[in-house]
């Protein structure tokens, strides 16, 4: 089934909640770990206004999304959510998110982007090009801490 990208709008919010929700606990982690993150891994229609959203869909089913945030000073961006439906990982979902994700942060000729990123997807991060810089504060869980990656445009 061939997959095609769109941008995020308001109505999408739910189903991107929830498509974050089971890209995560995909990755092991228990009911209480991810009760802990629900509310960071929540897409609000608020979120989708003021971000660049695109959604990864095949037919009429959500494979996974990406978000950019655009700092303040105009050079660096963040990408905020990157997640893939379970049953799509290791298909070309992410990859296809990833370069539309890059042509805008190109075209709005970024110099670098960042993210914290889970300590599972690191591999697919580091394949992007993306470096490690630091370990950072997780923002739902006390006392744990993430992967902080940059990559230079």
């Known amino acids: ?16 909640s929830a498509l974050s929700m089971r890209s995560k606990q995909s990755n092991g982690y228990d009911d209480a770990f991810m009760e802990a993150c629900r509310d ?8 989708l206004r003021a971000h660049r959203y695109w959604i ?18 105009g050079a660096q961006g963040e ?3 990157f997640f893939v439906d379970p049953s799509w990982k290791r298909k070309g979902v992410g990859r296809m998110l990833w370069e539309t994700l890059l042509t805008c942060a190109c075209d709005l000729q970024l110099e670098a982007l960042y993210l914290d990123a889970d300590p599972y997807a690191v591999p697919f991060y580091e394949a992007l090009g993306f470096g490690k810089i ?4 997780a923002g ?3 006392g744990r801490t993430i992967p902080h990656m940059r990559i230079r445009l």
């Open 1 to 16: 089934m061939a997959i095609s990208i769109r941008s995020g709008a308001p109505e999408d919010a739910r189903v991107l």
């Open 79 to 81: 990408v905020a959510a």
């Open 134 to 137: 630091k370990d950072v504060p």
């Open 56 to 73: 990864a869909e095949a037919g009429n089913s959500v494979c996974g999304c990406v978000c950019l945030t655009v700092d303040d000073d």
């Open 40 to 47: 960071e891994l929540a897409v609000t229609p608020e979120l």
């Open 140 to 142: 739902s869980i006390p």
